[in-house]
């Protein structure tokens, strides 16, 4: 079973910004799907960004903000965030598929089998 594990988020004034990590040991090899997610409280989670050997996609509110980036000898994804809101106040959580399988729609989240367990976001005004 691959964990994944987020760190990086906290609590930051809009227009801020934060960079968010996800680690997870031998499941961000080169040919790895990974995808960036976030569930802010009564809302259902929502695509991010994802990246698929350097096809990457945004959602539309994310766009020139956010930056999806991963390196592979590090098993390490990053999320920057630039200029924050606080419509992106929520949990951030990352995921990944296993190495070879592309990536499908960034917003859908059946097609992770690994995820993990969220980071907090939290933008005041």
């Known amino acids: 079973q691959v964990q994944l594990v987020e760190s990086g988020g906290g609590s930051v004034q809009a227009g801020g910004s934060l960079k968010l990590s996800c680690v997870a040991p031998?499941?961000?090899?080169?040919?790895?799907?990974v995808g960036w997610f976030r569930q802010a409280p009564s809302n259902e989670r929502e695509g991010v960004a994802s990246?698929?050997?350097?096809?990457?996609n945004y959602a539309d509110s994310v766009k020139g903000r956010f930056t999806i980036s991963q390196d592979n000898a590090k098993n390490v994804v990053y999320l920057q965030m630039d200029n924050l809101n606080p419509e992106d106040t929520a949990i951030y959580y990352c995921a990944a598929k296993p190495q070879w399988v592309p990536c499908g729609s960034f917003r859908s989240v059946s097609q992770y089998p690994y995820w993990g367990r969220g980071t907090q976001v939290t933008v005041s005004a």
């Open positions: 031998g499941a961000f090899e080169f040919g790895s799907c």
């Open positions: 990246n698929y050997v350097a096809t990457i």
